[in-house]
């Protein structure tokens, strides 16, 4: 069974801080790893995806995730967050089928 | 900006009316998927096409749902008999492969009243 656990529900951190978005995946074969946003009332918007080579993949708008096959994780992260990257974020795991399996989203609230 | 085009991006519709929507994917892509996504932000596969062809289709799909992906024509969804619980946000996704991370449209937002 292929599953995506994003851990945090809510995240809330200021205008210029760091901020890190868990995910953790199962899955037993060869997979794509990707993240999307999605601003309120609009569509998933593509950021970054690892299928293989260097763990960390870099994405639009500053975000990087780096891959970790020994604790099957993807985490995204942004040295300095905007308010205008406050949205819901979400991790999937593509599998052989071709079929996206999401986690329930992790929402970021970047206050000024 | 999305270059995956859904229409209409509102729809509402009365319970057993047929619901209709539209998605021009990427050009270049021949991979299409429809995904459904609740309000508790929860996804469900529907249906994928390559080219023409369906490659994937749940249960669900089988019933009241109907899609196609015609050459030269826009893909399309369509609830035959809508039910309150198919209101969601559809959306459509293409990619060159199947087993890419696919480019996602706006979104169908869709109120059974």
């Known amino acids: 069974t292929q599953t995506v656990s994003q851990s945090d529900a809510h995240v809330t951190v200021f205008e210029g801080d760091s901020v890190e978005l868990r995910c953790n995946y199962s899955?037993?074969?060869?997979?794509?790893l990707s993240w999307y946003i999605q601003h309120h009332g609009h569509g998933l918007q593509f950021l970054l995806k690892?299928?293989?080579?260097?763990?960390v993949v870099q994405g639009v708008n500053g975000f990087e995730a780096e891959f970790s096959k020994s604790d099957s994780s993807f985490h995204l992260r942004k040295a300095s967050v905007h308010w205008s990257d406050s949205a819901v974020y979400f991790c999937a795991v593509t599998g052989n089928t071709g079929k996206l399996i999401f986690g329930l989203g992790t929402t970021l609230q970047v206050q000024p | 900006n999305s270059k995956v085009i859904q229409t209409p991006r509102y729809l509402v519709k009365g319970q057993g009316q047929k619901a209709k929507m539209r998605c021009i994917p990427e050009k270049g892509h021949p991979v299409v998927f429809w995904y459904q996504q609740n309000k508790n932000n929860e996804f469900k596969f529907l249906i994928n096409f390559q080219n023409q062809e369906v490659l994937q289709q749940i249960d669900m799909t089988e019933k009241r749902f109907s899609a196609e992906c015609p050459s030269n024509s826009p893909c399309s969804l369509e609830i035959q008999s809508s039910e309150a619980g198919d209101s969601a946000l559809y959306l459509c996704?293409?990619?060159?492969?199947?087993?890419?991370?696919?480019?996602f449209g706006e979104g169908t937002r869709l109120s059974v009243l």
């Open positions: 690892y299928y293989s080579g260097n763990p």
């Open positions: 899955y037993g074969g060869s997979i794509y």
């Open positions: 996704a293409s990619s060159p492969q199947n087993n890419q991370a696919p480019l």
